[in-house]
């Protein structure tokens, strides 16, 4: 038996993916430590919020792309809510991607690409927050593809309630 359609016509070949990672550095960084600057008294329980954006953008030479992921981080006493420190940091990567489909590279783009860059991203914020006098941020593992599906479900929430 042959893997040849009836037809006689060969089978169609689907594009190989290429992805490589150029470059990754740290566009932009914020580290506030409010507790050094003001104290906060007793016991402080840190409260952790993570905040997570990503952009995406085409650069002038042929298949590259520069994917950030911003993190804006508050940690805040458990008791009175009281700020202890404030990380803001946009990490780049810089990428080579070919192969992809046109209708399927923004996602590639925002799920692939941020999750090949965040253990580099976790480990800076992990060093940044010891570095500052607290224990180190152990950054749980970002689930890009629901971040990803969130924010196409916000936008047509968005888009449905302006037509409205």
Do not use: W
Not at 98 to 105: A, I, K, L, N, S
């Amino acid at each position: 038996m042959s893997d040849t359609p009836e037809n006689g016509a060969a089978p169609a070949q689907t594009p190989q993916v290429t992805s490589r990672v150029l470059a990754q550095y740290i566009r932009d960084m914020s580290f506030e430590n409010i507790l050094a600057q003001k104290g906060v008294q007793g016991d402080a329980q840190p409260e952790i919020q993570v905040q997570v954006n990503l952009d995406a953008r085409k650069r002038s030479a042929e298949n590259q792309y520069e994917i950030i992921t911003k993190l804006n981080i508050n940690s805040k006493t458990k008791e009175k809510g009281e700020p202890l420190f404030i990380l803001e940091i946009e990490y780049a990567g810089v990428f080579h991607v070919e192969g992809v489909p046109e209708e399927q590279m923004h996602p590639y783009l925002l799920i692939e690409c941020p999750r090949i860059t965040f253990p580099f991203l976790r480990r800076i914020v992990s060093d940044v927050t010891r570095d500052g006098g607290f224990p180190p941020l152990n950054l749980e593992t970002i689930d890009f593809l629901a971040l990803y599906r969130s924010e196409l479900a916000r936008r047509a929430e968005a888009e449905k309630a302006a037509a409205n």
